[in-house]
């Protein structure tokens, strides 16, 4: 019997309920969570119970790390260490969740746009990116003409309020030194095209 978080609660599960509502009909059997976390991957494992999930991390970051491997018991969850920025993956799934992480690319010192266009190049059918609205770092002007000029389709675009804002002081590793409060979150359920 697997054992997950409970995220029921979350606005997290709500977003990903709500954004994959529209692929109930579609076979999701592989998923790679990109930079997963155990809320992220709970709620993968629920939504999509006949997939296997690869739960992304960067190389040593216990604090995604180990929640993940003592939080959540499951045999169709597998951890993979990687930096996304620098490491091709080159299997094929059927979805990506990429919730939060691309905002977090300067933590790693890679740039957002870098973490994107990683992610983008996961070979999928679906993806799934959710970011914080005000995180200056996270460029949503720059992800929508990307994802036109490359060709994917946008099938659902939606802001969520946070019910639980959060204040995210100075980076050591932001080079504008901001700090915003997370009231919005931003979806986007893309599509890739098969031509």
Not at 28 to 53: E, H, M, Q, R, W
Not at 126 to 137: F, K, Q, R, S, T
Not at 165 to 172: L, V
């Given at each position: 019997m697997e054992k997950l978080v409970d995220t029921s609660k979350t606005i997290h599960d709500k977003i990903v309920k709500t954004m994959i509502k529209s692929l109930k009909n579609v076979e999701i059997k592989k998923v790679?969570?990109?930079?997963?976390?155990k809320t992220s991957a709970s709620i993968l494992l629920k939504y999509f119970p006949n997939a296997l999930v690869d739960a992304v991390v960067y190389p040593g970051d216990n604090r995604k790390k180990n929640p993940l491997e003592n939080a959540i018991g499951s045999n169709r969850l597998e951890i993979v260490e990687a930096d996304m920025c620098k490491t091709?993956?080159?299997?094929?799934?059927?979805?990506?969740?990429?919730h939060l992480i691309l905002g977090e690319a300067h933590n790693f010192g890679n740039h957002f746009s870098d973490l994107f266009h990683q992610v983008m190049d996961l070979k999928s059918k679906y993806y799934l990116i959710v970011d914080i609205l005000e995180d200056p770092a996270v460029h949503f002007r720059y992800v929508e003409q990307y994802l036109k000029e490359k060709d994917f389709k946008i099938l659902k675009k939606k802001k969520f309020r946070n019910p639980n804002p959060e204040h995210y002081p100075k980076s050591k590793y932001d080079k504008y030194k901001l700090e915003f409060?997370?009231?919005?979150?931003?979806?986007?359920?893309?599509?890739?095209?098969?031509?």
């Amino acid at each position: 019997m697997e054992k997950l978080v409970d995220t029921s609660k979350t606005i997290h599960d709500k977003i990903v309920k709500t954004m994959i509502k529209s692929l109930k009909n579609v076979e999701i059997k592989k998923v790679i969570d990109a930079g997963s976390g155990k809320t992220s991957a709970s709620i993968l494992l629920k939504y999509f119970p006949n997939a296997l999930v690869d739960a992304v991390v960067y190389p040593g970051d216990n604090r995604k790390k180990n929640p993940l491997e003592n939080a959540i018991g499951s045999n169709r969850l597998e951890i993979v260490e990687a930096d996304m920025c620098k490491t091709c993956i080159r299997k094929k799934y059927d979805f990506c969740l990429a919730h939060l992480i691309l905002g977090e690319a300067h933590n790693f010192g890679n740039h957002f746009s870098d973490l994107f266009h990683q992610v983008m190049d996961l070979k999928s059918k679906y993806y799934l990116i959710v970011d914080i609205l005000e995180d200056p770092a996270v460029h949503f002007r720059y992800v929508e003409q990307y994802l036109k000029e490359k060709d994917f389709k946008i099938l659902k675009k939606k802001k969520f309020r946070n019910p639980n804002p959060e204040h995210y002081p100075k980076s050591k590793y932001d080079k504008y030194k901001l700090e915003f409060d997370s009231k919005h979150f931003l979806a986007y359920l893309v599509a890739r095209n098969e031509n």
